[in-house]
């Protein structure tokens, strides 16, 4: 079953935050697991053959059986044990040659020991699989799966078998215009298995889901909810913070529900000191132990306050693509890498475009203390009047929201990048907006939204606008229109009393390509423009931070120019090398003039 269609929310009045019910289990490192990263066998399909028959209806017989010729005579055209192998995580895209540019099925299959206990649940988890998955265990299907960059889990306690097993994924990251993407993006479809995949292990009755924050605008009132998962539901859970001397017990309902409320005094997270108490949550036979952090975070007129201070967000944009070795990063050493460039140019806040990143970047953030918008990949021309695509980008939100929502780092869920102005972007994008504020009353919602310009004043009106807490504006004076020097003459006016961020701009330099300030392409064109930009937004009075567009070089089917960018998008203030670029130091100069003046 698609597990979209289990999504549906129960309103807990007294957290004001909506339970999700969307089956994801959260907190899996938290959890005992067992990994299947590793080699799996896979088959390339590009026509499908392992899934339709000649006459393009599902087989019954799909490769999914894993068969072997019984006898010398029986036909059988595919093995997955003679098949080559792919590292998983991993995108397909980088690591076999011919699999560059590949957009369609690959078959994955990995076989394991499994010793069945009676007291046990079991899930397969998967971090995220783009785009479309279907999963197999010892050739039944357990699920499907749509969208490639959120996690999703099936329980497989009924079809694992003593010792031998073997789980088969179909794997197709074909682009469709319904699709959340839609066919058009500025990254690269990296196909495959792209995060960790693991069995986890759980008792009959389980802690499944929790939500632990501190109450909108409270600095000392924790309130949330567990939910539990299983035949005994109404039991008694204890939660313990050690470090803060707290020990609450509650009682879950008969739906396994249990929501709290107590005031308590924390030390607070922040970029400064970034606090994470261990939290311990104990049910009858399930013990769950998570590290959290407790800020507040709201907005007040054009300002942004964090645990109730004014603050400005010196940020930068970043992608999930792989630093020093390229292809879609996952591990927590690339988290790591990409994370300390980010502090070293000064930064107290990242935009992680333009999906949900691997939950290690998250972990790392809040480990750091970097604040983080969070967003998924309604990006430029979504089918709006599609109930689908809605539907798609609804489950793509919620599973995001699911997995970080105990994570102080995230201050702000986006819910759209630059999509065209119009009434059926509006209705989708506040059904959106709607649903992350009933999930979590607890943060910020944003979007990079659309503006126009007379002569030289940049408008900010997006009726969009009305419905965000911050507005997020992209925009490329330098470099697709303009010249770099012109961001100085331009004045910015909002017609609304709300924080503003410009959420991108930048242009394209390749790292050691030196020239005269007018040359393109040179990192003194891109260091021109940063130096024209900072001018200009020490003139904006109501900005309250900006992500420039982008820490590092990334991938990008739709660039080029041979020589300069061969697929490869180069507004990266570093290169994909590790090289930082003359405009690096710019803003990083900026960046200190900021934390100076506080
Ligand atoms: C944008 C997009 C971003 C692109 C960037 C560019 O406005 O939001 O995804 O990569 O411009 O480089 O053109």
């Given at each position: 079953?698609?597990?979209?269609?289990?999504?549906f929310?129960?309103?807990?009045?007294?957290?004001?935050?909506?339970?999700?019910?969307?089956?994801?289990?959260t907190?899996?490192?938290?959890?005992?697991?067992?990994?299947?990263?590793?080699?799996?066998?896979?088959?390339?399909?590009?026509?499908?053959?392992?899934?339709?028959?000649?006459?393009?209806?599902p087989r019954?017989?799909?490769?999914?059986e894993?068969?072997?010729?019984?006898?010398?005579?029986?036909?059988?055209?595919?093995?997955?044990?003679k098949?080559e192998?792919?590292?998983?995580?991993?995108d397909?895209?980088?690591?076999m040659?011919k699999?560059?540019?590949?957009?369609?099925?690959?078959?994955y299959?990995?076989s394991?020991?499994?010793?069945k206990q009676?007291?046990k649940?079991?899930?397969?988890?998967?971090?995220?699989?783009?785009?479309?998955?279907?999963?197999?265990v010892?050739g039944?299907?357990?699920?499907?799966?749509?969208?490639?960059?959120?996690?999703?889990?099936?329980?497989?306690?009924?079809?694992?078998?003593?010792?031998?097993?073997?789980?088969?994924?179909?794997?197709?990251?074909?682009?469709?215009?319904?699709?959340?993407?839609t066919?058009?993006?500025?990254?690269?479809n990296?196909?495959?298995?792209?995060?960790?995949?693991?069995?986890?292990?759980?008792?009959?009755?389980?802690?499944?889901?929790?939500?632990?924050?501190?109450?909108?605008?409270?600095?000392?009132?924790?309130?949330?909810?567990?939910?539990?998962?299983?035949?005994?539901k109404?039991?008694?859970?204890n939660i313990?913070?050690?470090?803060?001397?707290?020990?609450?017990?509650?009682?879950?309902?008969?739906?396994?529900?249990?929501?709290?409320?107590?005031?308590?005094?924390?030390?607070?997270?922040?970029?400064?000191?970034?606090?994470?108490?261990?939290?311990?949550?104990?049910?009858?036979?399930?013990?769950?132990?998570?590290?959290?952090?407790?800020?507040?975070?709201?907005?007040?007129?054009?300002?942004?306050?964090?645990?109730?201070?004014p603050?400005?967000?010196?940020?930068?944009?970043?992608?999930?693509?792989a630093p020093?070795r390229?292809?879609?990063?996952f591990s927590?050493?690339?988290?790591?890498?990409?994370?300390?460039?980010?502090k070293?140019?000064?930064?107290?806040?990242?935009?992680?475009?333009?999906?949900?990143?691997n939950?290690?970047?998250?972990?790392?953030?809040?480990?750091?203390?970097?604040?983080?918008?969070?967003?998924?990949?309604?990006?430029?021309?979504?089918?709006?009047?599609?109930?689908?695509?809605y539907?798609?980008?609804?489950?793509q939100?919620?599973?995001?929201?699911?997995?970080?929502?105990?994570?102080?780092?995230?201050?702000?869920?986006?819910?759209?990048?630059?999509?065209?102005?119009?009434?059926?972007?509006?209705?989708f994008?506040?059904?959106?907006?709607?649903?992350?504020?009933?999930?979590?009353?607890?943060?910020?919602?944003?979007?990079?939204?659309?503006?126009?310009s007379?002569?030289?004043?940049?408008?900010?009106?997006?009726?969009?606008?009305?419905?965000?807490?911050?507005?997020?504006?992209?925009?490329?004076?330098?470099?697709?229109?303009?010249?770099?020097?012109?961001?100085?003459l331009?004045?910015?006016?909002s017609?609304?009393?709300?924080?503003?961020?410009?959420?991108?701009?930048?242009?394209?330099a390749l790292y050691?390509?030196h020239?005269y300030e007018?040359?393109?392409w040179?990192?003194?064109?891109?260091?021109s423009?940063?130096?024209?930009?900072?001018?200009?937004?020490?003139?904006i009075?109501?900005?309250?931070?900006?992500?420039?567009?982008?820490?590092?070089?990334?991938?990008?089917p739709?660039?080029?120019?041979?020589?300069i960018?061969d697929?490869?998008n180069?507004?990266?203030?570093i290169?994909?090398?590790?090289?930082?670029?003359?405009?690096?130091?710019?803003?990083?100069?900026?960046?200190?003039?900021?934390?100076?003046?506080?």
């Amino acid at each position: 079953m698609k597990s979209i269609t289990f999504l549906f929310f129960i309103i807990s009045f007294i957290t004001g935050n909506a339970v999700t019910e969307n089956n994801l289990i959260t907190n899996i490192d938290g959890r005992k697991n067992i990994s299947l990263n590793g080699k799996w066998n896979i088959i390339i399909d590009p026509y499908e053959n392992g899934y339709y028959n000649y006459r393009y209806q599902p087989r019954e017989d799909g490769y999914f059986e894993n068969r072997k010729p019984k006898d010398k005579s029986e036909l059988i055209e595919y093995d997955f044990d003679k098949s080559e192998q792919l590292n998983v995580p991993g995108d397909w895209n980088t690591q076999m040659e011919k699999l560059f540019l590949y957009e369609g099925t690959i078959w994955y299959k990995k076989s394991f020991q499994y010793n069945k206990q009676y007291d046990k649940r079991v899930f397969i988890y998967f971090g995220a699989v783009n785009y479309d998955a279907v999963v197999y265990v010892n050739g039944k299907k357990v699920g499907e799966h749509e969208g490639g960059f959120t996690p999703f889990n099936f329980e497989i306690t009924d079809e694992l078998a003593s010792n031998e097993n073997f789980i088969i994924v179909k794997v197709d990251n074909k682009r469709k215009r319904e699709g959340v993407p839609t066919l058009n993006t500025d990254w690269w479809n990296y196909g495959g298995i792209t995060r960790d995949v693991k069995l986890v292990e759980v008792p009959v009755t389980f802690i499944k889901d929790y939500f632990i924050q501190l109450k909108k605008g409270s600095l000392n009132e924790v309130s949330g909810w567990i939910r539990i998962d299983g035949l005994e539901k109404e039991q008694e859970i204890n939660i313990q913070i050690e470090d803060a001397g707290i020990k609450q017990k509650i009682h879950s309902d008969k739906n396994g529900y249990a929501s709290f409320n107590f005031i308590t005094n924390l030390k607070l997270w922040s970029p400064e000191n970034p606090f994470l108490y261990n939290v311990k949550i104990i049910s009858a036979k399930d013990t769950v132990v998570d590290k959290i952090g407790f800020r507040s975070i709201e907005t007040k007129g054009e300002d942004i306050f964090l645990n109730g201070k004014p603050i400005f967000l010196c940020g930068i944009s970043i992608h999930e693509e792989a630093p020093y070795r390229s292809g879609r990063a996952f591990s927590k050493e690339d988290a790591v890498t990409l994370l300390s460039w980010a502090k070293e140019l000064g930064c107290n806040y990242v935009r992680l475009a333009h999906y949900p990143h691997n939950e290690n970047m998250i972990r790392e953030a809040d480990k750091m203390g970097m604040m983080v918008w969070a967003e998924i990949p309604v990006y430029w021309t979504i089918m709006w009047s599609d109930s689908n695509t809605y539907n798609n980008a609804s489950n793509q939100l919620n599973e995001m929201i699911t997995r970080d929502k105990n994570r102080a780092a995230i201050i702000l869920w986006s819910v759209a990048n630059e999509t065209p102005k119009g009434e059926a972007r509006l209705k989708f994008l506040t059904g959106l907006i709607n649903e992350a504020r009933q999930i979590d009353s607890t943060r910020l919602i944003t979007a990079a939204t659309e503006t126009h310009s007379e002569k030289n004043t940049i408008i900010i009106d997006d009726p969009l606008s009305n419905y965000l807490d911050v507005i997020g504006v992209n925009e490329y004076i330098g470099w697709y229109w303009g010249k770099p020097e012109d961001a100085v003459l331009m004045k910015w006016k909002s017609e609304f009393n709300k924080p503003f961020i410009i959420s991108e701009f930048g242009g394209d330099a390749l790292y050691n390509n030196h020239g005269y300030e007018k040359t393109r392409w040179t990192e003194e064109y891109q260091e021109s423009i940063y130096l024209s930009q900072i001018k200009m937004l020490k003139g904006i009075s109501f900005l309250r931070g900006v992500s420039p567009w982008i820490l590092m070089d990334f991938r990008s089917p739709r660039r080029h120019l041979p020589g300069i960018q061969d697929f490869w998008n180069r507004k990266g203030l570093i290169s994909e090398r590790g090289n930082k670029k003359k405009a690096f130091y710019v803003l990083q100069k900026y960046y200190m003039e900021i934390e100076k003046g506080k």
